[in-house]
Structures are given as structure tokens and as C-alpha cells.
């Protein structure tokens, strides 16, 4: 009996000390977990709508409420100009070749080659370009250089004073692309000749073309510059066909002027 | 110190300004042109005189259905149904109403009149653009009243040049060798025709076997080759008059005889004694100069549109290759070297491109290369075709393509086929007969 007793105390006694050694847990402290934050996914617009902290709310109020007392006349521009001011950051030499390399590999004749498929004129506006894809995706990079390319051409007194705020590379695409499909290049035209159609436009916030202007206007009726007239009158029609033209629906100021380079050569060349 | 203070806040202030933001379109689309071609108007007395002098009832339809099916054979432009049409023929010359027509999707516009003014057919038509809502062009012209099928390629031809920036191709016509019968007793005339396949005439009987025919560049004489007594001869032959004559009997054989840009000359391969070289007459003298002399066979030479260089084809370097020089033989170049056999180059009258037959792996290829060889393209490949020939613009070349008539691969059809330099627009070109050898004209009227 016992020793029945002794071999139970004993058994109960192995089991006690195999539980306590084997859950760890009860050494350790707890683990720290954060707290959990709740994430709502929106849409990220060009305006931002995240609401002031309450704290700086009560700030902001009281420096506005002081202003209202304070100031008469119109209130500041739009503090949103401001913001994208930082397209204008010039970037080193280097990088700006190493842009247009990648600028030049994506206009590659080769690839054109395929699109030379006879669409009929009505399915025109919808035509879908798969080498436009790359330019479809937002590369910061590659939109600082077209920033740039423009700014090359001021001195450093205006460059100061210019609001450097071109196209996003979304947005130049959308209007290229709307460009593309509009204009019916004419191909009994010279490859090997410089032909550049510089068009100016004059736009109005919903992108209807209010005035147009060839920058080398001389040439359209100068002889021997037969070509440069029936290209300047292709990119006229593509303009008219295209329009109203797919601008961004923010920042009139920016591109209410805006300069279209209608160039053929690479497609001429095929 | 005022002022001073006043230039100072001025040039502190920041003033404001936007850099023109440019836009580089290098890319548009390659689609045809929509273009409403209006049936041309006419007034009662017209059309009755109309049927009484050409047995045509709607002559200002019938032109503008040449007109139609010229834009669309050139690929470049779509013309579209006349059923969707808004405006009547006769308004729409007057003052077209360009809504009507932007909503059909027009971006061109053709109108045009005809009538009989004694005994003359005078024609007018007018190119409008429709977008931009104006004229680009306005011409009038007289003619016989036979003429009415060249009203129609002339009218192409001014609206191509209007809209593409180079000159048509429509008012030409072409000459080729017409064959019937079976392969082993082939029956081989010369025949001429309009570029569409319109107004055919044969120029020989059949009696003698006739080969390679070349228009000259500068009137509407022809060369040919033709065997008489078993033996080639070079005859020139003027289609206006149908007078022929030979060139000059040679001892030898002659082959591909051709004119140079100026008319004046003809440049040919001559064998003698196993070789062949190339040889040039003048037609006014018949002084024959020889261009080239190498032990190898020289053949299928052609001058480029300055006259200042030929290129031919030549085995010197042991395979059929196309070499270029100067018109005097000297500075021989090679100019191909891909993989394959090279032959029948052909300068185009642009002066820019060589075209060719390439035979590689068994097929037959069409192509074009830059005058220095480089920037080769094969434009269309076949079981068997050869021997292209330029529009008189550069644009368009016409070959022959035999092909297969049975399944077997017993038997075979010779057809005359266009294609231009984009290689998508490819074509036959109606012919009553089989048809090899074809050669396009100039432009019949400037």
C-alpha cells in the first residue's frame, strides 16, 4: 500500500516538474504587441483631404480668424501651385542623357512596324497602343528631364522667377496618345527631310483649342516647301479632329498655353 | 532715395510666369484617309449628250468611281460609302455643308462637274478639307470626251499630290507581255493598258516571242526584246504611231535591254563568247560603248534617275550579287551582301532606293535597299515572282508572280501583282491573260 502511495506521490510529483518546465510562457514576459490601428484605403487625389489634427485645427483657426481681422484685400494664390513646385529640382547632365536614351529606346521605328495595320477610322478614338504602356507608368525620373528639357532654355535670372510646372508624364501621355490617334501622317512625305511643324495652342479649361498658331507660318506658302505645307495641314486636321483635348483637369494656368512639335521622320523612315 | 527704395521692392517681388510646356507628337496613325468622293454633277442637256456620244449614262458617277477605286488601291486612303451622303453632288460643289460631312467622318471632300461645252468634255472638281472647313484645291480642264477614264486618274492624281506631298501615280499605264497557252507552247504578246487594267491593246501579233519591254522615262516609245530567227533583237517601238524598229543586230545574244533617264540612250547586256558585259547605244549615233568588262556574267543594268550611276548584277564574287558604279564603268561597288541570290535591280525614279529579286531557301522575295546597300527590306515573298518595276513616284513597284494552278503543282498562272513600299498594301492587277515582265510608265500628263 505503501509503496503503491510513494510510486503515485512520485509519478505526480515527474509530472508536476515536466508541465512547469515545459511552458516557457510563464518565465517570460508577455509580448509587447502594438495596438492595432485601423487603415482606411482612399483614392489619392491631387488635393488632400486628410483632416487637421485637433490640436493644429485650434492653431490654424486662430491665425486665420486673426488674418480675416487683419487683411482687406484678396487672399494669397492657392497654396496648391506651390506644392508642385518640386518637378523643377534640376537633375545632373548625366542622368538627363541617360533619360532620353530610354526616351529614344521607347520610339523605336522597329516597334511602329506592327501598328501598320489598316483600323478602320471609327475605331480610331479607341485604338489601343502596347508600346504606350511603359509611358502609361508613372516614372518620376523621366518627368523631372521633360521638367528640365524646358528649363534648359532659360537663363538663371528667369529660371528663378519661372513657375516650373510642365506636364506630368500621365498627363503628356494621355494627350499624346489622344494626338496619335487623330493624326493620319501623310506618307508620300521625304524621310530624309527636316520637317517640323511647331503648332502653339491656345486653350480653354475644357481643352477646346480657342486659337492656333504655326510658328513658322512663313513656310507654308514658300516654294519648294510643298511638303512642310501638307504636313503643317495633316497635324491642323489632327488637331481639329482630336479636340477637345485631354487635359489635366487641374492647373488651367500651366497649359492653357501649349506648344505641339508634330515630327514624322521616325515614322517615314519606318 | 524714393526711388530707390521703390526699385528695390520691385525687384524683390516674384513675379509669377509659366514655361510653354511642348508637346513632341513623333507618332500618328498609319490608317487610309476617309474621303467622300461626290459623285461628279451634271446638267440634262450634258447627260443626254453624254449617252449619245459615249454610251455612258452617269458620266459624273463613273468618274467618280475611278476616282474611289484609285484612292483605295494606293492604301492610303478610305473613301467612303456614297450612301451615307447628306448633300446632293451639285450643293455639295457649290457650298458643301461640313457638318454633314464631319458626321459621316469625312476629312476630305471631292466634288466636281462635268459637262459638254461644244463638243468638249470640260470637268471641274474641288478638294475641301473637311475639318478645317475651307478649299485646298480647285482645277478645270478640257478634254475630248473619249478621254473621260483619264479625267478620273487625273483628278487622283492632283488630289494624291495635294494630300501625300508627292506626285500620283494614276494617269500612267502599263506594258507587259500578255501569255496564253500551255507552258510548252506558249503564245507571248506585248500589251499595254491602264494601270487599273482599263483600255488594253496588243501591240504584236504573237508570231514571235517577245521579252522584258521598258517604257521610256521621257515619251511613250518602248523597248523590247524580241527573237527573230532564233535570234534576240532589241526593238523600239513608238505606241502613239506604232512604228518599230530595230535597234541594231548584234552577233552576239542581247539581254534586259533599258532606257536612260534621258531617253536618249539604251543600256543592255550583250554575251560574246560566254561572257556578258554591258553595253550602251545611242539612239541618235548608234555608237555602242561598252561599260563593263570582266570575266563574269554582267547583266540587268539600270541607271539611276540622275544618270550619273547604273547598277546591275553580277557574279563576280561568285554568287549573283547587285553592284553599283559610276555610268563610265569605273568605281565598282558591291552593294548587297545578305544571304541569298541577288538579281533585276531597278533605281527608283526617287533616286533613294534599289529594288530586287532575292531568291534564298527556295523562295522568291520582292525587296528594296538604300543605294549604299544598307537598310534592306524584303516587301513580299513567294513560291516564284520577279522583275518589279517603279511607279513613276517611287512609291508603288509591279512584279509577276507565278503560282501553282492545282494542288498537284501541275500547271501555273502568271498574274501581275502591285505592292508598296510599307509592304502591307499588296495587290493584283486585273489582266485578261496570264501577264509577266511588267513596266510602268511616266505620268501621262504633267
Known amino acids: 500500500m505503501n509503496r503503491n502511495i510513494i510510486i503515485s506521490t512520485g509519478f505526480h510529483f515527474v509530472i508536476i516538474m515536466i508541465t512547469t518546465l515545459s511552458l516557457p510562457f510563464l518565465l517570460k514576459t508577455p509580448i509587447d504587441l502594438p495596438p492595432i490601428i485601423s487603415v482606411e484605403l482612399i483614392q489619392i487625389s491631387d488635393k488632400t483631404s486628410i483632416p487637421f489634427a485637433p490640436k493644429a485645427k485650434k492653431i490654424i483657426e486662430k491665425i486665420k480668424k486673426e488674418k480675416a481681422e487683419r487683411v482687406v484685400s484678396e487672399q494669397a494664390p492657392p497654396k496648391k501651385i506651390k506644392k508642385e513646385k518640386p518637378d523643377a529640382v534640376p537633375l545632373p547632365n548625366e542622368k538627363i542623357e541617360k533619360v532620353k536614351k530610354i526616351k529614344e529606346k521607347k520610339q523605336n521605328p522597329e516597334k511602329i512596324e506592327t501598328e501598320i495595320k489598316q483600323v478602320s477610322e471609327f475605331e480610331k478614338k479607341e485604338l489601343f497602343d502596347p508600346n504606350n504602356i511603359a509611358a502609361l507608368i508613372d516614372k518620376s525620373k523621366e518627368n523631372f528631364t521633360e521638367t528640365n528639357k524646358t528649363t534648359n532654355k532659360v537663363t538663371q535670372s528667369q529660371d528663378r522667377n519661372i513657375e516650373h510646372s510642365g506636364l506630368s508624364l500621365n498627363e503628356e501621355d494621355a494627350l499624346k496618345a489622344q494626338i496619335f490617334g487623330c493624326w493620319s501622317i501623310p506618307l508620300g512625305l521625304p524621310y530624309n527631310e527636316n520637317l517640323l511643324v511647331r503648332i502653339k495652342l491656345q486653350l480653354k479649361p475644357d481643352g477646346t483649342v480657342v486659337k492656333f498658331e504655326i510658328l513658322d507660318h512663313a513656310r507654308m506658302n514658300s516654294p519648294g516647301q510643298g511638303f512642310y505645307k501638307v504636313l503643317a495641314e495633316s497635324a491642323l486636321r489632327a488637331i481639329r479632329l482630336c479636340q477637345p483635348l485631354r487635359v489635366p483637369t487641374t492647373g488651367y494656368e500651366r497649359w492653357k498655353d501649349l506648344q505641339l512639335n508634330f515630327d514624322a521622320r521616325e515614322m517615314l523612315e519606318g | ?446
Not at chain 2, 452617269?58 to 473613301?79: A, C, K, M, T, Y
Not at chain 2, 491593246?201 to 518602248?222: A, D, I
Not at chain 2, 564574287?317 to 563610265?328: E, H, L, P, R, T
Not at chain 2, 516587301?379 to 509577276?400: D, K
Request: charge should be positive; include cysteine.
Open chain 2, 1 to 446: 532715395m524714393k526711388f530707390l527704395k521703390i526699385l528695390t521692392i520691385l525687384l524683390l517681388i516674384q513675379f509669377k510666369a509659366y514655361a510653354l510646356i511642348e508637346v513632341d507628337i513623333t507618332r500618328g496613325n498609319l490608317s487610309p484617309l476617309p474621303v467622300a468622293v461626290s459623285p461628279l454633277s451634271s446638267d440634262k442637256k450634258s447627260i443626254t449628250e453624254f449617252e449619245k456620244i459615249l454610251n455612258v449614262k452617269d458620266l459624273g458617277s463613273e468618274i467618280s468611281i475611278i476616282v474611289e477605286n484609285n484612292l483605295r488601291q494606293s492604301g492610303l486612303f478610305n473613301p467612303l460609302e456614297k450612301d451615307a451622303f447628306l448633300q446632293k453632288p451639285d450643293i455639295a460643289h457649290f457650298k458643301p455643308r461640313f457638318e454633314d460631312w464631319k458626321l459621316i467622318k469625312a476629312q476630305a471632300l471631292i466634288t466636281g462637274k462635268v459637262e459638254i461645252i461644244d463638243e468638249k468634255l470640260r470637268v471641274e472638281f474641288r478638294l475641301w478639307d473637311v475639318l478645317a472647313a475651307k478649299e485646298m484645291l480647285a482645277i478645270a480642264f478640257t478634254t475630248v470626251p473619249t478621254n473621260w477614264r483619264r479625267v478620273g486618274h487625273i483628278i487622283t492624281d492632283k488630289v494624291y499630290e495635294r494630300l501625300t506631298g508627292e506626285k500620283g501615280y494614276f494617269d500612267t499605264r502599263l506594258i507587259y507581255v500578255s501569255e496564253e497557252g500551255p507552258k510548252t507552247k506558249r503564245i507571248k504578246k506585248l500589251a499595254i493598258m491602264d494601270q487599273d487594267g482599263f483600255n488594253l491593246k496588243y501591240l504584236t501579233l504573237g508570231n514571235e516571242l517577245v521579252l522584258t519591254p521598258r517604257f521610256n522615262p521621257t515619251n511613250q516609245m518602248v523597248t523590247y526584246l524580241s527573237y527573230f530567227r532564233n535570234l534576240p533583237r532589241v526593238y523600239l517601238l513608238d505606241i502613239e504611231t506604232g512604228m518599230q524598229e530595230v535597234v541594231g543586230d548584234f552577233a552576239g545574244m542581247t539581254f534586259a535591254p533599258r532606257f536612260s533617264p534621258d531617253g536618249k540612250k539604251i543600256i543592255m547586256s550583250f554575251a560574246k563568247d560566254g561572257n556578258s558585259d554591258i553595253y550602251t547605244m545611242d539612239l541618235e549615233n548608234r555608237v555602242v560603248e561598252r561599260i563593263t568588262n570582266h570575266p563574269s556574267i554582267d547583266t540587268s543594268p539600270s541607271y539611276s534617275p540622275d544618270g550619273k550611276y547604273i547598277c546591275f548584277n553580277s557574279d563576280r564574287s561568285g554568287y549573283q550579287q547587285i553592284y553599283v558604279m559610276k555610268s563610265d564603268g569605273s568605281s565598282v561597288k558591291r552593294i548587297s551582301f545578305g544571304n541569298g541570290i541577288y538579281g533585276t535591280p531597278v533605281w527608283s525614279p526617287r533616286g533613294d532606293l534599289i529594288a530586287f529579286t532575292k531568291l534564298h531557301k527556295g523562295k522568291f522575295y520582292i525587296g528594296v535597299m538604300r543605294t549604299d546597300g544598307k537598310g534592306e527590306r524584303l516587301l513580299t515573298e513567294n513560291f516564284y515572282q520577279e522583275a518589279p518595276s517603279w511607279s513613276p513616284n517611287g512609291r508603288v513597284l509591279v512584279f509577276y508572280r507565278e503560282t501553282k494552278t492545282d494542288d498537284k503543282g501541275e500547271g501555273f498562272s502568271a498574274k501581275l501583282w502591285s505592292i508598296d513600299l510599307t509592304g502591307y498594301n499588296e495587290r493584283q492587277v486585273p489582266t485578261k491573260t496570264d501577264a509577266s515582265d511588267p513596266s510602268w510608265s511616266s505620268l501621262l500628263s504633267n
